[in-house]
Structures are given as structure tokens and as C-alpha cells.
């Protein structure tokens, strides 16, 4: 076993060394450097388990910036990481040093060549957004890992990354064909002492390297064969940024073959699935890819699509002319055929999701750390089946899932660290002696990193092992290029996050639900999750960067604490759109976590000052009931200039906002006193009854024209929406508490209920249980419809550009809405992601642009490119954010449909 050297860690922990490094950054010219609280919490881990607090973080502007940080390296003895999109679960890019990030500005497809079929790109360049780029010349870059949408090039590089269609379109290293890289200071002669080193032991590595195609593990010295080519770049490709730093690369692009069909196999257990694949192999020459998918991942995802009988599936992607023969070779038990695209892509998702679903699908949490082991494809079945053994004997469960036709399975185990660590480095192991049985890799695609390097002696012989050392000694003489990686390895269970003390309370679990897998982060979505990230790019307006930051002061080392001002500079963009809640895989919900957050910072004897925004938005129901009796005296005051003013800056209100009218009659004072019970019952929300009533008129009309008798409840209900948005929560749940006692007795009667304004409705089917227990169940308008099945009036040619609210769409879901809409014959273009007004949040001062910038992101320019459409919007804030920036009225569903029976 080889020892460790902490490459100087200790001296990293003097405000006298870290002044020392940012001067000799600056000096060098490199500007975008930080060392504050908040980035050092947001960079101290990646995907895995490991938390390593760096001194300094530099997003380097220009790739000359690269050579200059290593100079200030040297100078200082500063150890270096490239992070990449900060989704490595190994472990490998953390760092005591400097962590660099390449995605801030080094994210730029330079060029793309047709003819040679290349692109040139940044290491910082998003897989993604090189998709985008190739696509409109029928190219694509072949390897796809399941972090396609966010993560970056040089981190695929560093890795190795393969992804899902490896067998079609091989990995990371078979598609670099050029790179531009700076090796650790002090190299010299490199490509020459590597191959005089290759030459002294040409027979060992003839038989230890290369053996399969996934044999990630250390480094793949089999490239520097001369029968290879000495191909110098696939050799630093899997490196792990302990070799050298990529400046930029040229990749190779393939065609984009349309003619791909997924086969769905059903199998009774996942070990069967992998007997099967040798034989659809054997098959299918054409086969771009075989996944294997563990049912427990499925079950937790809403609404997934029909699948094959069985408990394990694969999913293979082959030619049309390959779909008989592999279903005739597989024996499973059911197999489908998927043709509908949306279907097959809906599929697909869930695979890409597997790391987060999977770390919550069992009974406790379940962790990487033994993540992507692979195993020639001919023994998988035997090693999986060991391996399951291998987890009851040390009382362990786990869920498998990966890239089955290259012998690669990734896995989730619900380890436990309350021993610190010790029964985590028992099981890892124990588990790599046993691969070894098999003859098998540590590391498939992911890299050795800190969880998998000390067991590289397992696995290699004590002469490719000196053999790495004397690879580091060329390429990295002073050993500054991430250290503590596959040469002089960390200890597997140094720096364990989760091994960390936890304070007892109830939201710390909540709080480490997040694993870092980033699908926050993705530079553009189709989702809700994050609105503020796709503003500002910025780590720390992403869902994974405000957990880090969370976590860090629930460990109080870093972070001190909730009342830190790292966490409110963190959480101060959130806008509680609870995106994260449905798009996020392992469950995060931001907003709810910022509400207890606020919660604590300002409740208590020791309580700082609540914002004025809090007492005076953060309660409007209570000042727009207090303002009802004379809301057109209110609403004239409001518009007198120097009034308005006045308002704004007293309540913390930008200047260029709007401030919403008062409804000069209430809903409830307008509909009276029902002298009968309905058949529905509508819910006067303090949004729709205090400045929307128009909303609750138009549901009684359409109702009517069907029908349907609807009557408003007369009695005051606020769901408390605004208390918690602004951490008020003993407020909150007071409110609460009399709303459901309120409502029970009309949800109980058996009559429907009816929420027409989604935050509020949203915070019923969320909030209410979660802080108090209970459930109510009311219906959203279209819900309602759907449940009375009533008829629908024509909306053929009409062109609808919605914008669900975001509670709307991760709460209650919109797919109601649109079935509703293309039913009755509208052509509907439902609009991504949040309007960017989300309540208080684009009111507030300090918030202004980038509540525009949100709306940018999707709202305005859908609004903009189909000028002509009914623009459809059921929420408050998006009815306001539409008036404020595009001056465009909105309508709510209940209203359209009014509008076509009058």
C-alpha cells in the first residue's frame, strides 16, 4: 500500500498564506479570483462524498490565465484542481488549493470543421452546448453521460467519460484527437520520457492495460504502445487533471444516425438482465447502446412510462434491422417495442436521473463511493450477483443500474457513517478484492479520485503502481496537479462529508438530500429548476450551490450557521419557486429549506432584525383585508406619485415595479351570501379575492354555461403563502390552522373544491401537510373540468402561449391544463421555466434585474415570437411580471373559457 503526502494542507489554513496566493494570482493577471466564505462553502465538494475546503477559487477568463495560475503555484506552493461542471463523483475535484473553474468563461465552442468533422472547444465548453452547436451540420459528439446537459468538456476529458451510447460512439479518449495542454511546472521532455519509460517495460504493459474497454482505472498507459501510435492525448484523457491542464481540445464528431429504436427487456432481477447481455451483443453489431435500469429507480418517478414485466430492465438502442434479432436473443420475460419519441426520450430521462433517484430509493440514504466498478461484459451477471452477497454479508443494500453492455454498473449504497467511516472503508475493500476476482476495474468511466486511488493497489501489481509514480514524476514533477489522486492517494475515508457530526434537527437531513449531481446548473432547461442560475451562471444561485452552502453551516467550521451572511448571500435569489422539488432527482426543495433558514435567523430572543419587505409584503393579505372597506381610496393614493414613492421605499419595494391594484369589491363581497350548496365550491384565495375577483367570476360563468352551479365560500382563508415565502413560520402555521378548519367542512361535504390561484392551491397540497400535518383536497379549475367531464368550447386556431406558474407546474402539475387546451382545439406553446417575478421576490429591491433577466430566460421571448396568442397565465405574480415588462394582459383558464360562451 503506498503512502500519503497531504501536499502542504496544513499550510493552507493561514489568512497570511491565502493573501500570499491571491497576490501572486493578481500579480499574474488573473482577476476573477475569490476567497470568501460563501465560494469556498460552494466549491468544498463535488458529486461525492468527499468535502475539501479550498483556499481560493479562479475562474480564469482567457486560457493564458491557465499557465499563469500554475506559475502562482509554483511561487506559492499551492496545490491546483480543475473542477469541470463540478459533477465528479470520485471525489477528484476537490482540492486544499486553488480549484479552478473553466465553465464561467472558458465555455466557448471556438470553431467547428465539417469537412475534418472536429470541433475545437474550451475545456470549460458544457457537452450540451457542443450538441447545439454541431447539430446544425448533422454532427454530434459521440460519448453522452447521463450529465450531458452540464457537464463540461475538460471535465469529460479528465474523467473519461463514456455515457450511455459508449458502444456505438466509443469513449472520451476514442474521440480527442488533439489537445492543447500545460503539464506541472518544472516538466520538461515529456512525450520523450514517456516513451523511454514505455519502452523499459513494453511486455508489462502489453498484458496489465487495455484489457477491456472500460479498464478506467489509473493510468491507461496502454495508449503509449507504439503498436498505439503513442497517442499522447487518449493517454492524458482519464488523468484526472493530476498530469497536466487542458488549454483546449479538438474532439471528433460523428453523424447523428436517426435510425435508432429502443428495446425495452423485462428480467426478474438485475444479475438476469446481465446474463442476457452477451447474447445481444453477439447479435447486434449495430447496437449503440445497452442499459441496465433497477426497478426501485422507476418506482419513485410519477407518471413514468409502461414497461416490461420484470425487476430489471434493459433498455437497448439498435438499428430497425436489429430489433428482431435482439428480441429473439434476449429470454426475457416481456419485451417492448418503443415507438413513440416522446415516450422513448421520457425513458431515457429516467436512466440519466438514475444517481439522484437512486440515492433516495431505499429505506435510509443511499451514497456513492463505490460507484461505477466494470467487469469484462461476459461476467457481469457473476459479479453482480457477488457483489449483492457481498452487500447482505456486511449489512448493506444497494441499487444497480448502468451501462450493462459494457460491463460498467453503477450503483447507490445505503452506507453508514455514524462509525465514522470504518465499516464505508470495510466494504470498499472488501468489494475490491472480490472484483478483482473477476478481473474487473475500480473505476468504469468516473475516475479513481479520492474514493477509489488507495485501492488501485488491489487491483495492479506493485510494478504498474511504481510505474504511475514515475507517469506523475514526468508530468508533474512538483506534484501540484490535483494531489492526493491515483499517485500518493489520500485515504479513502479522509474527508467523508456525510462521516461529518450533524446537528439534530429536523431539516439536517433535508439539507444533505443534495449529492451535487448538478442538474441545477444546466445552462438551459425544460424544466423549472433554476430559475436564478439560468440569470446569472453563478454557483451559487443553483440549487446544488445554496445546499453546499446550507450543509457547510450545519457543519459550523466554515459556515457559522444559518445567521452567516454567506447563507442569505446564498439564498438571497432564491425565489422559493420550488422548481427544485419536482425537477430535482434526489428531492431538494430549496424553498422550503430558505423558509426555515429565514425562520431561524430572525425568530428567537437573539433574533436579528426582520427586513421591512418581510413585515410589509411578506403579511399583504393581512393589509389587503385591512384595505378592502376603501380599495379604490388605496388604489388612487397608490397612483399619486410621490405616494407611490414613498410606499415603494417603504416597503422595500424597486422603485420600477408596479404595485398591484386593490380590487375596488372583493370576490367574497361581490358573490354574497350563497343561499344554497353548489355543486362546486369555489376557494376565495387572498390573491384572487383581494386583487383577481374577475378570475372567480369567470369560473362561476363558465361553470354555469355547462351546467354547473359554483358558489364562493364566503368565509377568509389564507393559505399563508406569504408568511412562509419570508420565513414567518409560527405565523404561518397559525394561518394555516384556521384555513383547514376552515375549508375541512366544505372538502368533507363531498361537493368539489376549486383553488384558483396556484401559489396558494400549491401551498395547500405542499406546505399545509409538511408544517402541519394536514390534507385538504382542492382541486385546480382544470382538474375540476377534467373530474366533471364537462364539454369544452372550441378553441381551434387559437394560438396559446402559456406560462403555468412555476407552484403550478413542480406543485400540482400543468399536464391537466394542456390536455384541456389541445382537447377544445388550442395550439398551445406552454413556456419553460419561472416568469421570474415568484411573489415578493421580483418586488424587492436588489431583485429587479434579475426578475427581468428570468423573464428573459423563456417568458419574453415566447411572448415576443408569437405576438398574436392569448397569452395564458393563472398566477398573480405572472399576471404582474407580463404587465410590468411586455405590458401584455394575461388571462387565467377559467376567464379564456368564459370568453368564448359569452
Known amino acids: 500500500m503506498t503512502t500519503w503526502r497531504r501536499c502542504s494542507a496544513a499550510r493552507w489554513n493561514t489568512g497570511d498564506v491565502t493573501s500570499d496566493l491571491l497576490a501572486a494570482l493578481r500579480e499574474r493577471g488573473v482577476t476573477d479570483v475569490d476567497d470568501s466564505t460563501l465560494t469556498r462553502a460552494l466549491y468544498s465538494s463535488d458529486a461525492s462524498l468527499y468535502r475539501v475546503v479550498p483556499q481560493v477559487v479562479v475562474r480564469p477568463r482567457h486560457p493564458d490565465e491557465l499557465d499563469a495560475i500554475l506559475d502562482a503555484s ?39 470543421d465539417r469537412e475534418a468533422r472536429t470541433a475545437l472547444v474550451q475545456p470549460g465548453v458544457v457537452h450540451a452546448d457542443l450538441q447545439r452547436a454541431a447539430a446544425p451540420y448533422g454532427l454530434r459528439f459521440g460519448p453522452d453521460p447521463s450529465t450531458h446537459t452540464r457537464c463540461t468538456i475538460g471535465g469529460m476529458i479528465g474523467n473519461n467519460a463514456c455515457g450511455s451510447r459508449a458502444l456505438g460512439y466509443g469513449r472520451t479518449s476514442d474521440n480527442v484527437m488533439a489537445m492543447d495542454v500545460a503539464y506541472g511546472p518544472g516538466a520538461a521532455d515529456v512525450e520523450a520520457q514517456l516513451g523511454a519509460l514505455v519502452d523499459q517495460h513494453l511486455g508489462h504493459i502489453r498484458t496489465s492495460f487495455g484489457r477491456f474497454t472500460r479498464q478506467v482505472s489509473g493510468y491507461s498507459l496502454e495508449h503509449l504502445l507504439p503498436e498505439n ?25 460523428v453523424e447523428d444516425d436517426p435510425d435508432r429504436h429502443l428495446v425495452v ?77 416522446a415516450e422513448a426520450a421520457a425513458l431515457w430521462r429516467i436512466r440519466e436521473d438514475g444517481a439522484g433517484l437512486a440515492a433516495r430509493s431505499l429505506s435510509r440514504p443511499a451514497y456513492s463511493g463505490w460507484e461505477d466498478a466494470a467487469v469484462p461484459p461476459e461476467k457481469l451477471g457473476a459479479w453482480l450477483r457477488d457483489f449483492d452477497a457481498l452487500l447482505k454479508e456486511h449489512g448493506l443494500d444497494g441499487v444497480p443500474y448502468g451501462h450493462f453492455g459494457d460491463g460498467c454498473v453503477h450503483v447507490r449504497i445505503d452506507f453508514m457513517f455514524d462509525d465514522g467511516g470504518r465499516s464505508f472503508r470495510e466494504f470498499l475493500t472488501a468489494a475490491a478484492l472480490k472484483l478483482k476476482e473477476h478481473g474487473g476495474s475500480l473505476s468504469g468511466e468516473h475516475g479513481d479520485g479520492r474514493a477509489r486511488s488507495e485501492l488501485l493497489s488491489t487491483m495492479y501489481d506493485e510494478e504498474s503502481l511504481r510505474l504511475f509514480g514515475a507517469v506523475k514524476a514526468i508530468c508533474d514533477p512538483g506534484n501540484l496537479l490535483n494531489p492526493g489522486n491515483i499517485v500518493d492517494p489520500a485515504p479513502l ?82 425565489l422559493a419557486c420550488k422548481g427544485c422539488a419536482s425537477d430535482c432527482p434526489t428531492g431538494v426543495d430549496m424553498a422550503t429549506y430558505k423558509a426555515e433558514a429565514l425562520h431561524a435567523t430572525y425568530s428567537g430572543p437573539d433574533a436579528k432584525r426582520r427586513p421591512r419587505s418581510h413585515l410589509l409584503l411578506g403579511r399583504l393579505p393581512k393589509w389587503a383585508r385591512m384595505a378592502a372597506p376603501v380599495a379604490p381610496v388605496a388604489n ?102 384556521r384555513t383547514v378548519r376552515t375549508l375541512r367542512p366544505y372538502v368533507e361535504s363531498g361537493v368539489p373544491v376549486v383553488g384558483l390561484e396556484p401559489s396558494c392551491l400549491a401551498t395547500l397540497r405542499s406546505d399545509v401537510p409538511e408544517m402541519i400535518g394536514e390534507h385538504l383536497d382542492v382541486l385546480s379549475f382544470a382538474e375540476l373540468l377534467e373530474r366533471l367531464d364537462v364539454p369544452l368550447p372550441s378553441l381551434a386556431g387559437v394560438d396559446v402561449v402559456a406560462q403555468p406558474h412555476c407552484h403550478h407546474a413542480s406543485i400540482i402539475g400543468w399536464a391537466a391544463d394542456k390536455r384541456l387546451l389541445e382537447k377544445a382545439g388550442a395550439n398551445v406553446t406552454q413556456v419553460a421555466g419561472c416568469c421570474g417575478l415568484a411573489g415578493n421576490f421580483g418586488m424587492e429591491k436588489g431583485h429587479y434585474e434579475v426578475s427581468v433577466a428570468v423573464a428573459e430566460t423563456h417568458l419574453l421571448p415566447a411572448v415576443r415570437a408569437n405576438r398574436d396568442a392569448v397569452v395564458l397565465a393563472d398566477g398573480m405574480s405572472c399576471k404582474v411580471q407580463l404587465d410590468d415588462l411586455a405590458d401584455v394582459p394575461a388571462m387565467h383558464l377559467a376567464e379564456l373559457l368564459a370568453s368564448k360562451v359569452r
Not at 445497452?290 to 422507476?298: A, K, M, Q, Y
Open 265 to 341: 427487456l423485462g428480467y426478474p432481477s438485475m444479475a438476469e438482465a446481465a446474463d442476457a447481455v452477451p447474447a445481444l451483443l453477439a447479435v447486434a453489431p449495430g447496437m449503440t447502446a445497452c442499459e441496465g435500469l433497477d426497478s426501485r429507480i422507476v418506482d419513485l418517478v410519477v407518471g413514468a412510462p409502461a414497461l416490461p414485466r420484470g425487476a430489471g430492465w434493459l433498455f437497448v438502442e439498435v438499428p430497425a434491422a436489429e430489433t428482431a434479432a435482439v428480441i429473439a436473443a434476449a429470454g426475457a420475460l416481456e419485451h417492448r417495442l418503443v415507438e413513440n419519441a
Open 493 to 574: 475515508d479522509a474527508d467523508l462529508r456525510p462521516a461529518s457530526p450533524r446537528p439534530t434537527i429536523p431539516l439536517a437531513d433535508a439539507i444533505h438530500r443534495c449529492t451535487g449531481v448538478g442538474k441545477c446548473v444546466a445552462p438551459k432547461t425544460n424544466g423549472v429548476m433554476c430559475p436564478s442560475y439560468l440569470a446569472t451562471r453563478d454557483e451559487k444561485d443553483s440549487t446544488r450551490g445554496r445546499s453546499r452552502v446550507l450543509q457547510e453551516a450545519l457543519d459550523g467550521s466554515l459556515v457559522k450557521g444559518f445567521a452567516d451572511p454567506a447563507v442569505h448571500e446564498a439564498l438571497d435569489l432564491c
Open 229 to 253: 501510435g503513442r497517442n499522447l492525448e487518449r493517454f492524458l484523457v482519464g488523468s484526472e487533471g493530476t498530469l497536466a491542464v487542458v488549454r483546449s481540445a479538438t474532439v471528433r464528431l
Open 74 to 112: 509554483v511561487a506559492t506552493g499551492a496545490p491546483v484542481t480543475m473542477r469541470g461542471a463540478g459533477t465528479s463523483i470520485a471525489g477528484n475535484a476537490v482540492g486544499t488549493g486553488i480549484v479552478v473553474d473553466t465553465l464561467k468563461h472558458l465555455n466557448n465552442v471556438v470553431s467547428i
Open 636 to 737: 388612487r393614493v397608490m397612483r399619486f406619485g410621490p405616494m407611490a414613492r414613498m410606499a415603494k421605499a417603504t416597503a422595500g419595494i424597486d422603485q420600477r415595479r408596479s404595485i398591484p391594484a386593490f380590487a375596488p369589491r372583493t370576490l367574497r363581497r361581490t358573490t354574497g351570501v350563497p343561499e344554497l350548496v353548489p355543486d362546486v365550491w369555489i376557494w376565495a384565495d387572498s390573491f384572487t379575492d383581494h386583487f383577481l375577483p374577475s378570475t372567480g367570476l369567470a369560473a362561476i360563468e363558465f361553470l354555469a354555461s355547462v351546467g354547473v352551479t359554483a358558489r364562493v365560500i364566503r368565509d377568509d382563508a389564507c393559505c399563508g403563502l406569504t408568511w412562509v415565502t419570508t420565513g414567518q413560520l409560527d405565523e404561518a402555521r397559525a394561518i394555516m390552522t
